[in-house]
């Protein structure tokens, strides 16, 4: 998994961002999350990042 953004890399305050996702997708995020042993913050935010960096392009 790619590093997620944190305080340090963004050089700003983090803010919160409230999403509406199917449950079944939000069951699914939670167990990937606990696999990898990681928090579904870190997750998101390298989704997110992923998908910003690819429509930069």
Known sequence: MT????REATGGPLV???VQIPEQMRR?????AA???????????????RDLENRLR
């Not at 699914?28 to 990937?32: D, F, P, S």
């Not at 696999?35 to 990042?49: F, L, M, P, Q």
């Open 3 to 6: 590093e997620a953004f944190t």
């Open 16 to 18: 919160h961002l409230t």
């Open 28 to 32: 699914r995020l939670k167990a990937a």
């Open 35 to 49: 696999n990898d042993g990681t928090s579904v913050r870190a997750i998101v935010e390298a989704a997110i990042g």
